[in-house]
Structures are given as C-alpha cells and as structure tokens.
C-alpha cells in the first residue's frame, strides 16, 4: 500500500485513458503530459498502461508499507525521501515506512509519480485514470487514503555501479541505501524536456475556421494568449484578443477531441484530457497531439502562442 498523508491540491490515479467509447459519450481522460508518464513509468520498469500519480502542482506527502522504487517526472517538483534530497528524472529506492514528499513545482503544473508494479486500483472501462469531468475511475486523492500497488514489474532497475538488482539484493536482505538511488546507469536516468517559459503550439485548421473572419484567424496565430486560473484537467481557458465570427447562427452539438481549440463567447478553450466528448461552440483549430503536453505544464499566467499547419 501506498498511505496518502498529505493529497496537495489535486493528486489523481491517471494511465494512458480509456480509448474506444467516445461514441458512447465516454472521453478518454488519462494523464495530460503523456511523455512524462511514459518516462516514469520507462524508470521504474513498469508497462506502458500502468497507472502512477498526477500530481497537480505538488504538496504530496506518501509512505509506502514495503521497500519500492518510484520514479518522478513532469513539472519540476523537489523530490525527497526522509528529508533527502533525491533526483528528478530518476529512479529512486524508498524504504517501508519512508516518507516521500513532493513538494511546491517550479517549473510546470504536473508531475508524475509511478511506484515499481503500478498503482493497483480497480479499472473502470478498461483504465484506471480519473476523469474529473463525468466522475468515471477512482475519485481525486484525498489525506489518509491507501493506494494498492501492483507487483509486476517488467525490468527491474539496477543498483548504480556493478551491485546486484533490487530483486536480488531484496531476496538477500541487503540494507537499503537511505540517502540514495537505486537508479540504474545511464538507463535509468532520462533527460526530461525543458519546459519553456512562452511554449508554442502547433495548430491544424478546425472544422469551423470559416466561422470566423480573416482577421479573427489572422490574430489567432499572432496574438499572445494567457493561460488564465480557471483552466483545470477538462481545459486551459485562454486570455487574448476577441475572435469576431463571420456565421453567427447556431450550432448543434457535434463531436470534440482533445486539442480542439473551442471558442465560445468568453474566450478560447484549448480541450485537454478530460473534455467533453461534444461541444456547441466551433472549433477554429485543432492543436497537434505531440504539443499538448506543453498546455498540460502551462501554469495560470504562462503566455503561449498558437502557429498554423497548413497541409
């Protein structure tokens, strides 16, 4: 088990989502900066699918109930173990009882945490992710709760230097090192991605573009847009000039996904995890799945900029 002493903000259970039933109203949630849980879990030698921690800003404080080897990555929280100072971007031994902490972010919004074996909670849909929008996959951690792991590990990391793997030195009950990592060589570091101060975001013309005029496109893709405070895991409200329509009549609800740059009156909503799967309000464009981890770590105040991709 995993005892959650302290939650932070916003901590939640994400994998890579619940794919194939958006047609059934069901949108694919998981984490937002899916590169950054793919070297979490790369780290500590889980699978791909396996469920760790989003962790919204930092504050969490965890101590696991057996000797585990977690890995954290994402926004550039300070990551300790008893009061050490461990690194980023590795992967790090914590003994039963430890506590781990990770605190105030830096740099970013959200980082990730994955545990050797995986967070163990039930799937729903084929996927452990919580979806903050329809409520689906286990709620937002709160203080005191306890989070099952898993127990299948895929490859094990390596003590650094030529020392046994954390198997084989668990099986001889050798002393965990206290002030360090049981990362590997090089193959259990990862060099994380800079997370730039004004981020750029490629962008594919939307179904409805030619509901607004050429001017509205034209500042679209010049402007400067503020990430404002009331963007959250559903989507990242932009701050920026007005968007003029040239078609101001209704239009019904039709499919969204993720990335869709939806425009009601109050201004831009980039869509990101955990949006709806229809939406009333036209899409002028589409931001490319490759950047979207760039909205993900864009805190309230970060200024970005939209660039088209014409095809």
Do not use: K
């Not at 950054?36 to 780290?43: E, G, H, I």
């Not at 300790?80 to 690194?87: A, E, F, Y």
């Not at 099986?171 to 004004?198: F, K, M, Q, T």
């Amino acid at each position: 088990m995993l005892t959650i002493r302290t939650a932070g903000p916003l901590t939640t259970v994400q994998d890579r989502g619940r794919t194939g039933w958006a047609h059934v109203g069901v949108p694919r949630s998981g984490a937002l900066d899916l590169p950054a849980l793919s070297r979490a879990n790369t780290l500590v030698g889980n699978a791909a699918f396996a469920a760790a921690l989003e962790v919204t800003v930092g504050g969490l404080v965890a101590v696991p109930s057996a000797d585990v080897v977690i890995a954290l990555t994402g926004a550039r929280c300070p990551l300790s173990v008893d009061g050490l100072v461990m690194p980023h971007g590795a992967a790090v031994g914590v003994p039963a009882g430890a506590e781990l902490r990770v605190d105030a972010a830096r740099a970013g919004v959200r980082a990730y945490l994955a545990v050797a074996g995986g967070i163990a909670v039930e799937p729903v849909l084929g996927s452990r992710s919580t979806d903050t929008l329809s409520g689906l996959g286990p709620a937002p951690l709160r203080n005191g709760d306890q989070l099952p792991l898993g127990t299948e590990i895929f490859t094990a990391p390596r003590v650094p230097g030529a020392g046994p793997t954390r198997d084989e030195a668990w099986a001889s009950d050798a002393e965990l090192d206290l002030a360090g990592v049981w990362a590997a060589d090089a193959a259990r570091r990862v060099v994380e991605p800079p997370i730039p101060a004004e981020p750029v975001l490629r962008v594919y013309p939307g179904p409805r573009e030619d509901w607004f005029t050429p001017e509205a496109v034209d500042a679209l893709y010049t402007a400067a847009w503020t990430v404002t405070p009331r963007s959250d895991r559903v989507g990242a409200r932009l701050d920026g000039p007005p968007l003029p329509r040239a078609i101001d009549d209704e239009l019904p609800s039709e499919g969204m996904v993720a990335g869709a740059l939806q425009i009601p009156p109050s201004g831009p909503v980039l869509f990101l995890a955990d949006h709806p799967v229809t939406g009333g309000y036209p899409v002028i464009g589409v931001v490319d799945p490759d950047d979207l981890w760039l909205a993900a770590q864009a805190s309230p105040g970060t200024v970005l900029r939209l660039r088209p991709v014409r095809t």
